[in-house]
């Protein structure tokens, strides 16, 4: 009988004990690693693949724009009704992001407009339809063309600094990794350190590279990498030039020549990407504008997203100039440049 006792209490005691112990075990064990997932930003390459890190995020990097539009955002979908204040915050708000006095006008006058007229009823109206008017905006075409039956050559301009080389190098490595062969052309003859930058960048990531003599022809440079990359069969030149020589004039009239010369058989410019400094705002426009007069700049490169608070800028650029921003620098390494993408944008800048 009292073994019978002993045996039911035993039992009792392992029946109450064991949903602990199952819960303390889920508790102490490693969570399943998860997979990481590709970033729909993703390049087709760069150095994602030989680093081993992710490609950048645009939401991960752009918190300091962010801060400058969230708290009108948080305000504006706190209140119940639509005042005359709500503009002034919105108007400030943009302002200060760097989307530009014109920008902002036609933005706030076009919703103001849909807010008497009824269509726009509240609060999340307004801020759903302020997001979709900026997405509509920078909508455009930013592909990369290449030559249908010469070498293509994308030539890259813009004012010393603003991150031309580093631009060259990343894109060096995503075009590499995706398989293409690619000559460097160091057309910054100008500036002593850059031809060494981009014999870095071209050891780095397995493309070729064209040096020229300090202070000689950039033109010469490119036409000789033109013809070194026809000879051997690759795919694409990238070529550098210099931001800054001894007076403007020129240096508008030797990125004319460079182009020129960079078009002659079997070269083929089939992009002119014009590199600027977002952390710069509303005085890259003044830039971009001058080099858009010298040549026929067909996108532009926004560099450096990541340390500034003025990433309206992007909606600014496309708006003013009719040119897309069609990649995006987000930081220093090879895998922080990313192909813009508006929607993702335009939703971490307001919501994220
Ligand atoms: P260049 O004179 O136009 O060729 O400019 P560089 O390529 O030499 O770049 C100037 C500086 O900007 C370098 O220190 C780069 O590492 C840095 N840089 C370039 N792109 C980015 C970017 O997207 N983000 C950040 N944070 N720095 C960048």
Redesign the pocket.
């Known amino acids: 009988m009292v073994v019978l006792i002993v045996v039911v209490v035993v039992a009792c005691l392992l029946l109450a004990l064991i949903p602990r112990y199952i819960a303390m075990r889920g508790r102490t064990e490693a969570p399943p690693k998860r997979e990481p997932r590709p970033s729909p930003l993703a390049p087709t390459g760069p150095a994602a693949t030989s680093t081993g890190e992710a490609p950048a995020r645009i939401g991960d990097r752009i918190a300091k724009t962010r801060e400058r539009l969230a708290g009108a955002v948080r305000n504006l979908r706190a209140r119940s009704t639509l005042d005359g204040t709500v503009w002034d915050e919105l108007e400030e708000a943009l302002l200060s992001a760097d989307v530009g006095v014109g920008t902002t006008t036609a933005l706030l006058d076009g919703l103001r407009e849909r807010v008497t007229d009824g269509t726009i009823e509240g609060p999340d109206d307004l801020i759903d339809a302020l997001k979709a008017e900026v997405e509509a905006r920078l909508a455009g075409d930013r592909s990369l063309a290449t030559s249908a039956d010469g070498t293509t050559v994308w030539l890259f301009v813009?004012v010393?600094?603003?991150?031309?080389?580093?631009?060259i190098g990343k894109l060096a490595k995503r075009e590499v990794d995706a398989g293409k062969r690619v000559v460097l052309a160091a057309g910054?003859t100008f500036?002593a350190a850059?031809g060494e930058?981009l014999g870095i960048w071209a050891e780095r990531t397995g493309a070729d590279v064209v040096q020229g003599q300090a202070g000689g022809d950039p033109s010469s440079v490119v036409f000789d990498a033109v013809q070194r990359a026809a000879a051997r069969g690759a795919d694409l030149v990238l070529a550098d030039t210099a931001?800054r020589i001894h007076t403007k004039s020129n240096l508008m009239e030797e990125l004319r020549k460079v182009r020129r010369v960079a078009d002659r058989d079997p070269g083929e410019v089939t992009e002119v990407l014009l590199?600027l400094d977002a952390t710069t705002g509303q005085n890259g426009l003044i830039q971009a504008r001058q080099f858009t007069e010298a040549v026929d700049v067909t996108g532009v490169v926004l560099?450096?997203?990541?340390?500034s608070a003025r990433g309206g800028i992007v909606v600014a650029i496309q708006d003013d100039l009719g040119i897309p921003v069609k990649l995006v620098?987000?930081?220093?390494q090879a895998e922080?440049l990313i192909v813009f993408d508006p929607h993702e944008f335009v939703d971490a800048l307001f919501d994220g």
């Open positions: 813009g010393n600094g603003v991150g031309k080389t580093t631009t910054d500036r850059a930058q931001g590199v560099t450096k997203l990541d340390g620098g987000l930081g220093e922080d």
